[in-house]
Nanobody
Framework: QVQLVESGGGLVQAGGSLRLSCAAS????????MGWFRQFPGKEREFVIS????????DYVDSVKGRFTISRDNAKNTVYLQMRSLKPEDTAVYYC????????????????WGQGTQVTVSS
């Protein structure tokens, strides 16, 4: 049973920081690149940032460059998202998932999603 449990979201003022956590189970965690995704109201879920199996490389969208950092702890089957300098446009529900082998941001092999965690940035 694949399970993804996101936590750490909340309400923060613009310029503030949050750290999200994602606890994963049901697959061999260290065998997969992991990613964070977000969904804005009325929009499709979209890719934000990902990290390689051993944490040696990352991939991210331009809008979070210099602000978001992804990390992982393979001993704890957990991936993190450190967000700083948050902007109102970062307001969304954030999700984690496994990344399809051979890609940096595709989840098509992994249809199961967690409940996500809400991040709200006020101005």
């Amino acid at each position: 049973q694949v399970q993804l449990v996101e936590s750490g979201g909340g309400l923060v003022q613009a310029g503030g920081s949050l750290r999200l956590s994602c606890a994963a189970s049901g697959r061999t965690f260290r065998d997969y690149r992991m990613g964070w995704f977000r969904q804005f109201p009325g929009k499709e879920r979209e890719f934000v940032i990902s990290i390689s199996r051993s944490g040696g490389s990352t991939d991210y969208v331009d809008s979070v460059k210099g602000r978001f950092t992804i990390s992982r702890d393979n001993a704890k089957n957990t991936v993190y998202l450190q967000m700083r300098s948050l902007k109102p446009e970062d307001t969304a529900v954030y999700y984690c998932n496994y990344i399809k082998p051979g890609t940096w941001r595709t989840t098509e092999d992994f249809p199961s999603w967690g409940q996500g965690t809400q991040v709200t940035v006020s101005s």
